[in-house]
């Protein structure tokens, strides 16, 4: 099939942005942050009964930061109503030399959500707490959400990207993260394939859209790089 029957679910400004801040991910955090567990909404990593108690994110943020592997010394977790801190699905602050997670409750009756939230505002210590990246960084909100790709929470991440709603005035829309869905299926698909995942299980817990822009992402690179 000739090259230009496979486009890429992104335009070339965001492609060549994803794969460059993807290859600076891989040099400051090296190979075997890459190469570990893409996490899923399974039992095998969150077990137990969730009900959506303070308690319960708490535990939701902590499983997040062990896999981030984020030492439980650097960090507290603070939990806000939504009311506090409106449209706000989380924050990051250093007070007195500790990073802060700030958790809104909105989110707490969806566990997923949590996890989205909580990936989101721990790969921002990651990248900011030893001074890795600057929040000043015009791009540093969309390369927080590309650090939890690169660090294998991507699939939370993309399914929360774009979500919908339910309440008694109708269907309201909601956007979680800074990078969008045909943005994270191309991060996906780029992050695969330089893991050496041609097929990966994790991808069936993708939903709908996240998971035909991998798909199409995918096919696009698999012309464009076969030996990537």
């Known amino acids: 099939m000739p090259l230009f029957g496979a486009r890429p679910p992104?335009?070339?400004?965001e492609r060549l942005w994803i794969e460059k801040m993807l290859a600076w991910c891989l040099e400051r955090f090296g190979r075997e942050?890459?190469?570990?567990?893409?996490?899923?909404p399974t039992p095998r990593f969150f077990?137990?009964?969730?009900?959506?108690?303070p308690d319960d994110v708490v535990a939701l943020v902590d499983l997040v930061r062990a896999h981030l592997r984020v030492d439980?010394?650097?960090?507290?977790?603070?939990?806000?109503d939504s009311g506090q801190r409106p449209k706000v699905a989380g924050h990051y602050s250093v007070r007195d030399g500790l990073g802060v997670i700030a958790i809104g409750?909105?989110?707490a009756?969806?566990?997923?959500?949590?996890?989205?939230?909580?990936?989101h505002e721990l790969c921002h210590h990651k990248l900011l707490y030893r001074g890795i990246a600057s929040s000043t960084e015009e791009d540093h909100e969309p390369l927080t959400d590309l650090a939890?790709?690169?660090?294998?929470?991507?699939?939370?991440?993309?399914?929360?990207?774009?979500?919908?709603?339910?309440?008694?005035?109708?269907?309201?829309?909601?956007?979680?993260?800074y990078i969008n869905q045909p943005m994270f299926g191309y991060a996906l698909a780029y992050t695969a394939r330089l893991r050496g995942e041609r097929q990966p299980e994790w991808v069936r817990h993708l939903d709908t859209n996240p998971k035909g822009y991998f798909k199409k992402a995918m096919r696009y690179l698999e012309q464009k790089e076969p030996a990537l």
């Open 72 to 80: 439980p010394g650097e960090i507290a977790v603070a939990l806000y």
């Open 10 to 13: 992104v335009e070339d400004r």
């Open 105 to 107: 409750m909105e989110d």
């Open 109 to 119: 009756p969806d566990p997923r959500h949590v996890v989205a939230v909580a990936a």
């Open 33 to 40: 942050a890459l190469d570990a567990e893409i996490l899923t």
């Open 47 to 53: 077990p137990g009964r969730y009900q959506g108690t």
């Open 148 to 177: 939890t790709v690169f660090f294998g929470l991507g699939v939370f991440t993309a399914n929360a990207a774009f979500t919908f709603s339910q309440n008694a005035r109708g269907w309201r829309r909601r956007q979680l993260g």
